[in-house]
């Protein structure tokens, strides 16, 4: 097999990640469920319901508690501010009690992007 050929065999392997929603529910499932829940009106978790996220202004849903950090931040739940802030959320919202060290790689944050835009 020339080298090429190898690779795509390789990387046809893999399974698809970039912006793939069934892959970013796979991340959701396996990253953030234990925390949060995904469906409308849902009763809070560890951390409030992500249905409906895009879009929102953090620390606004009712009826979960968040932290002074969280409500202060003055940030709507854009992709890209959900982007920076699931990379790195302590350096994001400083204070802030999500206790999750971040995802750095980059198909798996598309991936979870797509998904956490088919909540709603
Ligand atoms: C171990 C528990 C835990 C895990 C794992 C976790 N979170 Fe959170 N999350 C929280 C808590 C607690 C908060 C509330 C933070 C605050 O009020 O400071 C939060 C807040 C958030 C918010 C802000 C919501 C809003 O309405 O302002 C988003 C968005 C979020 N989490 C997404 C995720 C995603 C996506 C994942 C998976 C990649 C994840 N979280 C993993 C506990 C967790």
């Known amino acids: 097999m020339r080298p090429i050929a190898l690779t795509a065999a390789l990387l046809g392997s893999v399974p698809a990640m970039a912006g793939d929603v069934s892959g970013g529910a796979k991340v959701f499932q396996a990253q953030c469920a234990i925390c949060h829940r995904s469906t409308r009106d849902a009763a809070p978790s560890v951390g409030p319901d992500l249905y409906g996220v895009v879009g929102r202004k953090a620390g606004t849903l009712q009826g ?21 802030y699931l990379e790195n959320p302590g350096k994001v919202v400083p204070g802030n009690k999500m206790p999750y060290a971040g995802e750095h790689d980059p198909a798996k944050l598309d991936a979870l992007l797509s998904f956490l835009k088919t909540l709603k």
């Open 64 to 84: 979960y508690s968040f932290s002074a950090a969280m409500k202060h931040s003055r940030l709507t739940w854009t992709p890209d501010e959900l982007r920076r």
